[in-house]
């Protein structure tokens, strides 16, 4: 019903392309959601796109957390393998 409603809006090959971002949509989340977010369009006799299927099933962008240089103090390190060597020696 999707594919019909898009043929009949675009030219065949835009309806395509637009088709197969839908397919591909739901092949990278949840096939469910977007077969119920394209009947919710339907039912709405909007025409479904990618851009309105994908605003509903896209999940929220995570924030990048802000993350601080870890700062090492590795004076007690050296100090450690000075006295090893220096017991070999």
């Known amino acids: 019903m999707a ?3 898009l043929t009949a809006k675009h030219a065949d ?6 088709y197969l971002r839908i397919v591909h949509l739901a092949a990278m989340t949840m096939e ?18 990618h851009a309105l299927v994908e ?12 993350l601080e240089a870890l700062v090492v103090d ?6 450690l393998i000075g006295d090893v060597v220096g017991r070999v020696a």
């Open 32 to 49: 469910c959601e977007v077969e119920a977010a394209l009947i919710a369009l339907l039912d709405a006799n909007t025409c479904p796109s």
């Open 13 to 18: 090959w835009a309806a395509d392309v637009e």
């Open 74 to 79: 590795l004076s007690s390190y050296d100090s």
């Open 55 to 66: 605003a509903r099933v896209a999940p929220a962008k995570p924030a990048v957390p802000l």
């Open 3 to 5: 594919y019909e409603r």
